[in-house]
């Protein structure tokens, strides 16, 4: 008899996780900087579950902390900060997002999401300098103090030239018919898969949140 192939799963804390963007700014004087966006990307197979956690659980409110995104799709994750005060400017908090299958409890992925307030949008990021703050920070990372609940970085010159050329390999790549298309005036190879798209898709916004950072 033969025996049905199964797709391989994936390796515990070994699932690479693509979430954007990796750093949420928020503004006390711009109201509608108060509500970001987090975008969990699946491009995966599998459906994944994932888990929003963090750090300062007071200061903010998740809608859908939890929930499941299904194979090469994406799912929008809505964070409020709800504690705009003078005494929290410049306090970098951290959200931790957990990913796992659907038909397995473990963790098979994470990726840590910075968050800041600033008084204004033309106040700088002000970066942790305190090694005592930041080993606080490790420890609450590494015991758990998260919440489960319903929502610095410096550049010189331009941007480099390998990143602008990444950058036009995304485009183009993003660009190019999807796989199953009908399309005679593109050669078969060059139908590329939604999956492929999506990283494409993640990396050239990574890209332009680096160009674009004051």
Avoid: W
């Amino acid at each position: 008899m033969q025996q049905q192939s199964r797709p391989p799963r994936a390796v515990e804390g070994r699932l690479p996780v693509f979430v954007f963007p990796t750093e949420l700014v928020f503004y006390a004087n711009e109201q509608a900087s108060h509500r970001q966006v987090l975008t969990l990307y699946n491009p995966y197979e599998f459906i994944i579950k994932f888990k929003v956690l963090c750090t300062a659980p007071r200061k903010y409110v998740v809608v859908d902390a939890t929930g499941a995104v299904k194979p090469r799709c994406c799912v929008d994750i809505v964070i409020r900060h709800r504690d705009i005060r003078e005494c929290h400017y410049g306090v970098v908090d951290k959200f931790r997002l957990q990913v796992s299958e659907q038909s397995r409890c473990k963790s098979l992925g994470q990726k840590e999401v910075t968050a800041t307030l600033l008084s204004s949008a033309t106040q700088k990021p002000i970066q942790p300098h305190s090694q005592n703050k930041t080993h606080r920070l490790k420890e609450k990372l590494a015991k758990g103090v998260f919440f489960e609940q319903t929502e610095g970085r410096t550049t010189s010159g331009g941007p480099s030239l390998f990143a602008v050329l990444l950058g036009l390999g995304c485009l183009i790549v993003l660009l190019l018919p999807t796989l199953g298309e009908p399309d005679s005036s593109v050669p078969l190879y060059l139908h590329l898969s939604v999956n492929k798209k999506l990283v494409a898709a993640y990396v050239l916004g990574l890209l332009t949140v680096v160009i674009l950072h004051p």
